[in-house]
T-cell receptor
Framework: EAQVTQNPRYLITVTGKKLTVTCSQN?????MSWYRQDPGLGLRQIYY???????DKGDVPEGYKVSRKEKRNFPLILESPSPNQTSLYFC??????????????FGPGTRLLVL | DQQVKQNSPSLSVQEGRISILNCDYT??????FLWYKKYPAEGPTFLIS?????DKNEDGRFTVFLNKSAKHLSLHIVPSQPGDSAVYFC???????????????FGQGTILTVHP
């Protein structure tokens, strides 16, 4: 089954404790992206990657790191989480190309609470 | 600095009537616009898109209109169905060379409720 998986789905952590949210897709997609969803702010793009070893900043990259060492995985790293990073996070992927970026497949979301 | 704005947090419509969801943007460099739908506890799904060279794009019950001079786009759903009840996000991208078209800016979302 074609899908985007994220782990963990729920996470409670404390300020400053490094964490990684994994994202994996099995569709051989070139494009992958991370978003956060917050009430009243909608979806905001954190980072995106057009292909292996190619990553670019979205609108809200501060406090996050990503890597794209292989095509299927795009982990989101919070080196020193803070309470303002409490949010619902979505990973997405699509085949590639301008007209295909729109047909992103989204993962189920990771709800993060930073105390 | 919200470059893409959906000023109506919610919209309530009767089944069978038209739903009109609005979106405004400030960045004149945006040249591609998209609408996504999101159900609770699920990731968003792509609905329809429009390029800035067009002013209308239609797909079944969904039509997107783009007014570049007003920097405004709207999504029309006709006829509305209870299954359309969801959060709708508009998004925009601007091609500035290289990989820039992968950058998407979303609005805050509008909750649509379609009553039977």
């Amino acid at each position: 089954e074609a899908q985007v998986t994220q782990n963990p789905r729920y996470l409670i952590t404390v300020t400053g404790k490094k964490l990684t949210v994994t994202c994996s897709q099995n569709m051989n997609h070139e494009y992958m992206s991370w978003y956060r969803q917050d009430p009243g702010l909608g979806l905001r793009q954190i980072y995106y990657s057009m292909n292996v070893e190619v990553t670019d900043k979205g609108d809200v990259p501060e406090g996050y790191k990503v890597s794209r060492k292989e095509k299927r995985n795009f982990p989101l790293i919070l080196e020193s989480p803070s309470p303002n990073q409490t949010s619902l996070y979505f990973c997405a992927s699509s085949l590639s190309g301008r007209g295909l970026v729109e047909t992103q497949y989204f993962g189920p979301g990771t709800r993060l609470l930073v105390l | 600095d919200q470059q893409v704005k959906q000023n109506s947090p919610s919209l309530s419509v009767q089944e069978g009537r038209i739903s009109i969801l609005n979106c405004d943007y400030t960045n004149s460099m945006f040249d591609y616009f998209l609408w996504y739908k999101k159900y609770p506890a699920e990731g968003p799904t792509f609905l329809i898109s429009i390029s800035s060279i067009k002013d209308k794009n239609e797909d079944g019950r969904f039509t997107v209109f783009l007014n570049k001079s007003a920097k405004h786009l709207s999504l029309h759903i006709v006829p509305s169905q209870p299954g359309d009840s969801a959060v709708y996000f508009c998004a925009a991208s601007a091609y500035a060379g290289g990989t820039s078209y992968g950058k998407l800016t979303f609005g805050q979302g509008t909750i649509l409720t379609v009553h039977p």
